[in-house]
């Protein structure tokens, strides 16, 4: 595609239901992360995929948590029994890996609302 | 934990006036880049620097890589509606690129 899709664009989900959010990053772009965006708050970084590995995923917040991707493309993000706090913006990217510097295209996000 | 700092983190002013924000870190990074981001969307690339003392034009923006690439600047000149939004600074470190982001700087220019 021209840009990265994510899906579902909202999501409202009960207290301790499970969601599942995904992403299309841009066609051959190798790289793929993950970020969540709080109201008024920054970028928080979540995890990193190359290709379908992820070689840093210290930034999800609790076991609750995963994410994967398939195919060096599609990427699910997965958060189990989800509590309020995990109401935010889920904001996915994509890159060509280049030395020396990581340009990324975000796709529009999911906004994530668990009442 | 890399940490980038934004100041301020709130700028309103009038169109035509002139702003600077500011992108500070303790850490050394590869790249750094801005990124603006409006309601409702995600964030979009405006610059990426990579040199030490790189200096980068734009229109009426100019972005400035610090000598130590520790540190980076926004400057807009002449303010225009148009310019409202969140800017956001980046920096790219380790050998798995990854990114890191400030908390950004809110701004919005009044006609």
């Known amino acids: 595609g021209a840009g990265v899709s994510q899906s579902p664009s909202n999501k409202v989900t009960e207290k301790g239901k499970d969601v599942e959010l995904r992403c299309d990053p841009i066609?051959?772009?190798?790289?793929l992360y993950w970020y969540r965006q709080s109201l008024g708050q920054g970028l928080e970084f979540l995890i990193y995929f190359q290709g379908n590995s992820a070689p840093d995923k210290s930034g999800l917040p609790s076991d609750r948590f995963s994410a994967e991707r398939t195919g060096g493309s599609v990427s699910t993000l997965t958060i189990q029994r989800t509590q309020q706090e995990d109401s935010a913006v889920y904001l996915c990217a994509s890159s060509l890996v280049a030395s020396g510097a990581a340009e990324l295209f975000f796709g529009e996000g999911s906004r994530l609302t668990v009442l | 934990t890399q940490l980038l700092e934004q100041s301020p983190q709130f700028l309103s002013i009038q169109e035509g006036e002139n702003l600077t924000v500011y992108c500070n870190s303790s850490s050394v990074f590869s790249s750094l880049q801005w990124y603006r981001q409006e309601p409702g969307e995600g964030p979009v690339l405006l610059v990426t620097?990579?040199?030490?003392?790189e200096v980068k034009k734009l229109k009426r923006l100019t972005f400035q890589f610090g000598d130590a690439r520790k540190d980076s600047s926004l400057h807009i000149t002449a303010a225009q509606p148009g310019d409202t939004g969140l800017y956001l600074c980046?920096?790219?470190?380790?050998?798995?690129?990854?990114?890191?982001f400030g908390i950004g700087t809110k701004l919005q220019v009044i006609p």
């Open positions: 980046a920096g790219t470190s380790g050998g798995y690129q990854k990114v890191t």
């Open positions: 620097v990579v040199t030490g003392g």
């Open positions: 066609s051959g772009h190798t790289a």
